[in-house]
């Protein structure tokens, strides 16, 4: 389906381009963004690395990067894959392959992270009613500022 | 033995070369972790269940942590004695026995060797000599100590007790925060690109915090003009910072024009997620303690975790994070401290700098091994007080690190 794969695309490239502001945008108003460990989710722990319920804290979050966290300037390139598409009444399920790559200022490139979306997405909208990040690795390189 | 010396100046100034050294490094395995100290291994509701272990590691020495049948907590160097394979290479689980996967010798939970494939041969062919003592080359095995849920370990037998080790300062600290048993809410490691002494140092030093962490002062939720104060143990090795839980109204930081000066305009949408229930019953908001060599265990709001210092060579350390409630929390508690995880962690409000910062510091001092850190705030003493605007604690890492190194 042609508009859910555009959605996850537009959403990458808003976080590669650094526009943070319109990341809250892709959720819906009370739209739920958690990042996971696969780890933490076989064993069936709920520890997040980030968590926000609704817009407000997402950008609560993007304040907060923009305006209270010190990190090193850097970038992220999303690659997204094999994107498996589930219809239903008021929303569908997506559930995705990403690899993040990140690039510091000195031009230093990584493989940052790894893994996959969960998605739930308001047909109405088209918007992110829940977007949960499960990463494949355990081990976060020095910090993890800018959304996956 | 190492041929460095101390500036003279003592108390107040480090070295760079302590952050560089391999020599150094490979002599704090031996002294340090290896030597009188206290290791964290894990929490006890990690291997709740007879049979249960956890691997992990103290200084570079991979350990297996388990518990036996009828309940007894063991840990052993995960390093079989025949050719020297990992033991067990799992991160968790349950085993009746450990095999090594190459030559399958096995181990029971307290890893004493309890049988070596074919030792006799086959139909008289091969196998050991009688004389053969593979036993000398056994896994060391660590005493282990359970405090309140959470599990040490030594390999010295020189060590003083747990709690001797600790001291009367700092046990109180622990107590206070280990007060139930413990559920384990998840871990993640956090990859640090600097020396494992750096991390060790950050979180020592409570004059960094309001100022390097500027989402706590931006929102007010711990600035130096809040009623707080540290701890230090006698022999600088451990220590315990806390905060109270008021909201300052202090402007301190806008007098000196500091870049943690809240601006005016910038407000949490959703400021829920900091709301504190006093669990604890003594209105501390933040209460960050440290135990020499690498263990640390943070009160932040609601949200409680062990962190273990895991060395990975001169400039790279692993931040293994477990992040824990209490095992009677109801659903409201459990969902106040998945919305504190925010706060901490690689992505954490008022941490994720921690990791930026050291780094830049074992970069910074690439070319300079025998110039030295500025350690005055505070003077030159180490102590305990009510001032956070102090070094104390940082002065105490090193006093401890000198005198198990010798230097
Ligand atoms: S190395 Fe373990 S049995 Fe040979
Ligand atoms: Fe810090």
């Known amino acids: 389906m042609k508009e859910v794969e555009n959605l996850h695309a537009r959403y990458a ?9 319109d990341w809250p945008n892709f959720f819906t108003e009370r739209g739920v963004y958690r990042i996971a460990t696969a780890e933490n989710e076989a064993r069936g722990l709920p520890l997040p690395v980030v968590y926000c319920e609704g817009r407000p804290m997402l950008r609560d979050r993007v304040q907060s990067l923009r305006h209270a966290n010190i990190y090193e300037p850097q970038r992220y390139r999303h690659v997204i894959s094999s994107v498996l598409i589930e219809e239903g009444k008021d929303f569908i399920k997506s559930a995705s392959s990403f690899l993040v790559v990140r690039i510091m200022e000195n031009g230093e490139t990584m493989l940052f ?10 047909v109405k909208e088209m918007l992110y009613e829940e977007r949960v990040v499960i990463c494949d690795s355990r081990r976060f390189d020095t910090l993890l500022a800018i959304p996956l | 033995m190492l041929e460095r010396s101390w500036p003279s100046e003592g108390a107040t100034r480090v070295p760079y070369w302590v952050y560089q050294d391999e020599a150094v490094y490979a002599e704090e395995q031996r002294r340090i ?3 009188p100290t206290w290791s964290y291994l894990c929490l006890e509701a990690e291997i709740a269940e007879p049979q249960s272990f956890v691997t992990t590691f103290v200084g570079e020495m991979p350990v297996v942590v388990a518990r036996d049948a ?3 907590i063991h840990a052993f160097e995960n390093r079989c004695a025949h ?20 030559h399958n010798w096995t181990y029971d939970h307290a890893g004493n060797l309890l049988n070596v494939a074919f030792r006799k041969g086959i139909a008289g062919k091969g196998g050991m000599s009688p004389e053969a003592k593979p036993e000398t080359q056994a896994p ?4 282990v100590h359970a405090f309140q849920g959470l599990v040490f370990g030594t390999l010295s037998k020189e060590a003083p007790s747990f709690e001797e080790y600790v001291g009367p300062e700092v046990l109180p600290r622990l107590k206070r925060v280990l007060v139930k048993p413990l559920k384990v809410l998840g871990c993640y490691t956090q990859v640090l690109p600097n020396n494992w002494k750096l991390y060790m140092d950050n979180v020592k030093d409570t004059y960094h915090a309001s100022l390097l962490h500027v989402f706590f002062t931006r929102f007010r939720i711990n600035r130096l003009t809040q009623q707080g104060g540290v701890f230090v143990s006698q022999d600088g090795a451990h220590h315990c910072t806390y905060t109270k839980m008021v909201e300052d109204k202090g402007d301190a930081y806008e007098k000196d024009g500091m870049r943690s000066a809240s601006s005016q305009a910038f407000k949490l949408e959703s400021p829920e997620m900091l709301h504190q229930v006093d669990e604890l019953g003594d209105g501390v908001s933040i209460q960050i303690l440290s135990l020499f060599p690498g263990f640390v265990l943070h009160q932040i709001r609601n949200s409680l975790a062990a962190r273990q210092i895991v060395p990975k060579g001169v400039d790279r350390t692993e931040l293994h994070w477990t992040l824990f409630g209490f095992a009677d929390d109801d659903e409201a508690m459990t969902r106040r401290r998945l919305l504190q995880a ?29 110039r030295a850190s500025v350690i005055e705030m505070g003077g030159d003493k180490v102590g305990s007080g009510d001032s956070r605007i102090t070094e104390t604690a940082v002065r105490g890492l090193w006093k401890a ?4 190194m010798d230097l």
């Not at chain 1, 490239?13 to 502001?21: K, P, Q």
């Open chain 2, 342 to 370: 925010n706060l901490v962690g690689p992505a954490g409000y008022i941490s994720m700098e921690d990791g930026a910062a050291t780094g830049f510091v074992q970069r910074g001092v690439a070319a300079s091994p025998d």
């Open chain 2, 70 to 72: 009828s309940g007894g």
């Open chain 2, 33 to 35: 972790f290896h030597g």
């Open chain 1, 13 to 21: 490239h808003a976080l590669d381009d650094d526009r943070l502001e």
């Open chain 2, 140 to 143: 060391k095995q660590f005493k």
């Open chain 2, 83 to 102: 050719r020297g394979a990992l033991i067990c290479m799992q991160a968790r689980g349950k085993a009746e026995r450990f095999s090594c996967i190459y």
């Open chain 2, 401 to 404: 690190w000198r005198s198990h």
């Open chain 1, 113 to 122: 992270a790894s893994g996959r979306y969960q998605d739930r997405i308001s």
